[in-house]
């Protein structure tokens, strides 16, 4: 079965500082690769995904991930966070189970944004 | 506009009043899921559903029942509430059952069982 970990639950940036979320997977083939966005009061919403050829994936909102096979990672990034990027965001791997979609979600890193 | 609606969006009750979160989507998408959400541990998924009439037990279904009578619409039914299914309830879905698909999330549900 596959897994998924956020190591960190809580990160503090400063406006305009470059910003790296960390998201490590276990699963026995190349899995299918999410990052969602949560504001608050609100659903998740797709920042960017990942299922094969280019390791670097491109997203909404000037984010980016790069999945890392050897390090089994899918870290996003983003060059300078803006204070609209403060919410919680959830990494997640799909992988086929029986023939269908077994997503499962990370438990999140809260992202807040100082002036 | 493309959407996952569920109603209600908050909701008090009492232990064993029955009760039922609907969740409807626009998008003629066949796999919607349900998912609650409580701190620390992530969204887990409940229920899931791969067509019409075609449903499923998450991780965590205990509790819970669902039904899928129409391709748009996935209500999560509670028949004797209790104290431990307080939490945040996400539907979604996406246009198919393959991995390759994202999901659409509905606003939430919070339900607290008192």
């Known amino acids: 079965a596959q897994s998924v970990t956020q190591p960190d639950i809580h990160i503090t940036v400063s406006e305009g500082a470059s910003l790296e979320l960390r998201c490590n997977y276990s699963?026995?083939?190349?899995?299918?690769l999410f990052w969602y966005v949560q504001s608050p009061g609100q659903g998740l919403q797709l920042l960017l995904k990942y299922f094969s050829g280019d390791t670097l994936v491109q997203g909404i909102k000037g984010f980016e991930a790069e999945f890392k096979r050897s390090q089994s990672s899918f870290n996003l990034r983003k060059p300078s966070v803006h204070w609209s990027d403060a919410a919680e965001y959830f990494c997640?791997?799909?992988?086929?189970?029986?023939?269908?979609?077994?997503?499962?979600f990370g438990t999140g890193t809260k992202l807040q944004v100082i002036p | 506009e493309a959407q996952v609606t569920q109603n209600p969006r908050y909701l008090i009750t009492v232990t064993g009043k029955k009760l039922t979160v609907t969740c409807s989507q626009n998008m003629n998408h066949e796999y919607m899921s349900w998912y609650r959400q409580d701190p620390g541990l992530g969204l887990r998924q409940i229920y899931y559903?791969?067509?019409?009439?075609?449903?499923d037990k998450g991780d965590v279904p205990e509790g819970y029942k669902v039904s899928r009578k129409e391709k748009r619409n996935f209500p999560l039914i509670l028949e004797s509430p209790s104290p431990n299914q307080t939490s945040l309830y996400f539907c979604?879905?996406?246009?198919?059952?393959?991995?390759?698909?994202?999901?659409?999330f509905g606003d939430g549900t919070r339900l607290s069982i008192l």
């Open positions: 699963y026995g083939a190349t899995p299918y």
């Open positions: 997640a791997v799909g992988a086929f189970s029986g023939g269908y979609q077994k997503v499962t």
């Open positions: 979604a879905s996406s246009l198919s059952s393959q991995g390759t698909q994202p999901q659409h």
């Open positions: 559903s791969m067509n019409v009439e075609v449903t």
